[in-house]
């Protein structure tokens, strides 16, 4: 077997393997029944740089991504240092990331009204009910790659994180712990870091109550009101792959916010 990076006319995906440099390497063959990938592109965290973090294949004969099956290759969601999926010690004092919703923790009742908002699948809620907040899954950034229906619930699992989605979705929960799916094989795993936003409008109920200052931002219904939400269009949302910067509602529209940069509050809200 020879998976080796720098053999004469191999495709794009095994010029990846960038530590198998001879034939023979790179997999542990055991007999007949055994066999596993160790330092294949393919089972990588896809950084793609010069020292990625591998993970053993499952075994060819018989072996199977279970549970967890997105962690098997690169974390769910990827955690290295230097990315902002999920960043453990942000400059605004405490865990950030992408993933649940936009200050889902935080959302007031606001209008005078004391306390935050829950979760739950109905009511004035900020996360659960799809209505008024929409959930930030894989789907949100990796659309076409990650489907929409079935989203992905073991997002941080065995952290003790705030994001970690398995502390509330259980076996018996409306929407159980369970794996995604990858809706295009073509692009998953292909050696591209493929961005795509969702076409959807994309919800909230973190409500600033000068709402002419959220930039990219529309309201439905008064401040803070039961029914009421905040709204922006994702489809108009830009991803610069070079810079790796992002012009989007979620940034409250503010230029050169930078993926794997550290933020403050005011980095969005900046004069608010
Ligand atoms: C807010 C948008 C956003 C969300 C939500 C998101 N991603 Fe990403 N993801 C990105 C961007 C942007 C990149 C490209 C980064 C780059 O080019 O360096 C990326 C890259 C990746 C990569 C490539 C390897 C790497 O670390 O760069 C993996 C794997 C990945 N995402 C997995 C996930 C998974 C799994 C989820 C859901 C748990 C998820 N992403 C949710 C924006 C997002
Ligand atoms: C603090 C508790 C809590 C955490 C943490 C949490 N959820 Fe939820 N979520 C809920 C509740 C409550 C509901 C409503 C009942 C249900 O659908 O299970 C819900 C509903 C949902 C729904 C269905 C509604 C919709 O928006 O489409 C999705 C999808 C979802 N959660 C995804 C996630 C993901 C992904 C994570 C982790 C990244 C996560 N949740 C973390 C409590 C939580
Ligand atoms: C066999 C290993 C493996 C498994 C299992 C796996 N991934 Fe990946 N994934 C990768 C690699 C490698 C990349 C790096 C980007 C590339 O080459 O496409 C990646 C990239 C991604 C990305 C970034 C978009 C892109 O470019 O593809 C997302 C999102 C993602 N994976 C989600 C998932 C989800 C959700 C699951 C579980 C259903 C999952 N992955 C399971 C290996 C895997
Ligand atoms: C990555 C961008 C971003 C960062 C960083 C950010 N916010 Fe926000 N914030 C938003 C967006 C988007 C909204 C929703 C705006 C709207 O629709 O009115 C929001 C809403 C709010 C709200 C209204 C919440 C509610 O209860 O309805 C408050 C308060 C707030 N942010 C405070 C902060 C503070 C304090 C920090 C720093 C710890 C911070 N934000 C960092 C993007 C951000």
């Known amino acids: ?14 010029k990846l393997n960038k530590q198998i440099l001879t034939a023979g390497a790179g997999y542990t063959k055991d007999g007949t029944t055994t066999f596993t990938c160790d330092l294949v592109y393919c089972h990588s965290d896809g950084r793609n740089t010069v020292n990625p973090a ?10 199977a991504f279970t549970g967890n099956k997105c962690a098997m290759c690169h974390d769910n969601p ?27 923790r935080n959302n007031s009742k ?10 739950s699948s109905s009511g004035s809620t900020a996360h659960g009910n799809s209505a008024v907040s929409t959930t930030i899954s894989c789907n949100t950034c990796h659309s076409g790659i990650v489907g929409s229906t079935k ?11 705030i994001f970690n989605c398995g502390s509330c979705h259980k076996a018996d929960s409306r929407t159980p712990l369970q794996a995604g ?6 692009l998953h795993v292909n050696g591209a870091k493929n961005v795509a936003f969702a076409p959807i409008d994309f919800k909230t109920k973190a ?18 009101a039961d029914n009421s939400y905040d709204y922006a ?6 991803w610069d792959a070079q810079t790796k910067t992002c012009l989007t509602a979620c940034h409250v529209n503010q230029p050169n916010i930078t993926w794997g940069a550290q933020l403050q509050c005011v980095s969005c809200h900046v004069n608010q």
């Open 1 to 14: 077997m020879d998976l080796s990076s720098n053999a004469l006319g191999i495709g794009a995906l095994r």
């Open 54 to 63: 591998y993970r053993k294949s499952p075994n060819w004969y018989g072996g």
């Open 78 to 104: 990827p955690l290295y240092e230097g990315q902002s999926h999920y960043v453990a010690q942000s400059s605004m004092g405490k865990e950030s990331g992408h993933m649940i919703g936009i200050h889902y």
């Open 110 to 119: 606001g209008n005078n009204r004391n306390g935050f908002l829950g979760y």
């Open 151 to 161: 989203v992905d619930t073991y997002a941080m699992a065995g952290t003790s994180s």
């Open 181 to 186: 799916e990858i809706t295009d094989a073509a």
């Open 207 to 224: 409500q600033l109550s000068v709402a002419a200052n959220a930039l990219g931002w529309t309201r439905n219904g008064d401040y803070k």
């Open 233 to 238: 269009d994702l489809r108009v949302s830009a």
